[in-house]
């Protein structure tokens, strides 16, 4: 397997016009949040942080059950937490696990984070040395389905 290329952070934050130290604070914030993650089953810990427009940083992590498919991953943990505190839009997206190259979000939360977030918006994902990989929400998930094509047409299936 060819060597995963893993882009530095000088780079994304004028690409993503982050300010460095946020970017760092939220990095941060992701990987202690592993340390909260109740993965008694799979043992694989996932933390994510969300940096909301007005700059609150809001943490999540995933919280399994012995019924496994009942469990919740850290991205809808954390954006569960933010919508219900208030917290609507979104500027980046960080999500840290223990392996190398980084874990990126399943299916099912690459659509929950494009319910709330643009697809321009960045998610930096951390490896378990701290060094990332950085896509726009889009590049995960192309072609999305989103709230807005619900308002399109009548409603009842025409465009
Ligand atoms: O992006 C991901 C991928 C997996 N998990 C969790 C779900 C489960 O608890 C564990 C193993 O799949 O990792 C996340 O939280 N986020
Ligand atoms: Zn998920």
Known sequence: MPPIRI????????KFDLDS??????KEKAIAAK????????HFRVGC????EDETIITGANVECASYNVGTCAERCALAK???EGHTKFKAVAVSTDITPPASPCGMCRQFIRE???LQMPVFMYDRDGNYVVKTLEE???M???PEDLRRGDGRGEL
Do not use: I, K, M, N
Not at 21 to 26: A, C, G, S
């Open 21 to 26: 130290e946020v970017l760092h604070e939220l």
């Open 140 to 142: 995960l998930l192309p």
């Open 116 to 118: 709330f977030c643009p």
């Open 7 to 14: 882009p530095r952070s000088q780079d994304d934050e004028t």
């Open 49 to 52: 942080a969300l940096l909301t």
């Open 144 to 146: 999305s389905f989103g």
């Open 35 to 42: 340390g909260v993650a109740y993965c008694p089953y799979s």
């Open 82 to 84: 933010a919508v219900t």
